[in-house]
């Protein structure tokens, strides 16, 4: 029996905002109801293009679904507003999907942590990399136990570019921004982590000099295992968006290489199987994993078992960050406690 579609309030039509319209006027189960931006002419073009009311009121935008007319909220606006969006929407007994972090403030994620937990009401969050079907084998196979119980676990993440300056003085810092996601993938694979120790250094950024940040990250995790994550991050790369997986156990290794832009590959009296770059944008690397987080997500707003990053998952990955962020500061190793 056909299931109706899904209908979607997106609240925020920049870049990330674009890429979710997308997904979900391109799945066969989901339909843009609503679309909420402050910069109306966003959200003009963005309902133009992919469907749906637009308004420049988020509030409109979760009022009408407390009236019935949208079945889930998902969230892509500025990290400050998300809190206070996603508590709006949970009132409204709305779903929500909310891109990362849930906050910059780990107080203002604690003090939202009961109303999601006593609502009942579904809250994900946009870990899309849980997605990736390279990255999502690797995990499965290691649950398996392919390669034994997991001793280490590497993560490389390196952007093509900087971000500008005025981006970086409001982010949060790497940590927070840029290396949450490799905290999220980390307990995805090893999710037993007690203390974190972490590196950082400016070694090429006049952003991250001038808002005292790092372009620079290295960061351990320590399991309870004994399991070792090592994240290695850097704000840019001349080969293109650099992301892999290592994980190695007792009885072998599984890797996760970067993605090709090419299989073609030239070989002259200068060079052999020189290739090109790999690609430059996380849009590209991830489109997949995009569409594979949205039909997950579906899935829990329905009732369905879900694999859907939940709002504990979000709250854990911020804990790390700011663990990578005192460590990284002052030279400490930080024991966490992600369970509490």
């Not at 009132?91 to 990362?100: D, H, M, Q, S, Y």
């Not at 109303?115 to 290691?142: C, H, M, W, Y």
């Not at 090429?204 to 808002?211: K, L, N, V």
Request: glycine share 8%; aromatic share 6%; with cysteine.
């Amino acid at each position: 029996m056909t299931q109706t579609p899904v209908r979607f309030g997106l609240i925020g039509t920049g870049r990330i905002g674009q890429v979710h319209a997308a997904s979900i006027a391109a799945a066969p189960d989901a339909t843009l109801a609503w679309v909420a931006d402050p910069f109306i002419d966003g959200a003009n073009a963005v309902a133009a293009k992919f469907g749906g009311t637009a308004t420049a009121s988020a509030e409109e935008l979760i009022s009408a679904g407390a009236k019935g007319e949208i079945d889930a909220v998902l969230i892509a606006s500025p990290t400050p507003t998300h809190v206070d969006l996603i508590e709006a929407s949970v009132r409204a007994g709305l779903p929500v999907l909310c891109e990362k972090p849930i906050d910059l403030a780990i107080a203002r994620v604690d003090a939202l942590r009961p109303l999601i937990a006593e609502s009942g009401i579904p809250v994900a969050l946009g870990f899309n990399r849980r997605f990736d079907p390279d990255f999502k084998s690797a995990r499965a196979r290691v649950a398996a136990g392919e390669i034994g119980d997991p001793e280490q676990l590497i993560i490389i993440s390196r952007d093509p570019a900087a971000p500008p300056a005025d981006y970086i003085k409001v982010s949060g810092g790497i940590f927070r921004d840029m290396t949450i996601h490799d905290f999220d993938m980390a307990r995805f694979f090893v999710d037993d982590i007690v203390e974190v120790h972490a590196t950082g250094t400016r070694a090429f950024d006049p952003g991250a000099r001038e808002h005292g940040d790092f372009d620079t990250a290295v960061t351990t995790l320590r399991a309870s295992s004994g399991a070792v994550v090592t994240i290695i991050n850097s704000r840019h790369s001349a080969i293109g968006y650099d992301q892999r997986i290592e994980a190695f156990g007792g009885r072998g290794m599984l890797q996760v290489a970067n993605a090709p832009t090419s299989l073609v590959s030239l070989s002259t009296a200068e060079a052999v199987e020189a290739k090109p770059a790999y690609g430059e944008f996380f849009l590209e690397r991830y489109a997949e994993a995009y569409s594979a987080e949205l039909g997950e997500f579906i899935k829990l707003v329905r009732g369905e078992a879900s694999t859907s990053p939940t709002f504990e998952d979000g709250r854990a990955a911020l804990i790390l960050a700011d663990a990578a962020q005192r460590s990284a500061t002052e030279g400490v190793a930080v024991a966490v406690d992600l369970g509490a």
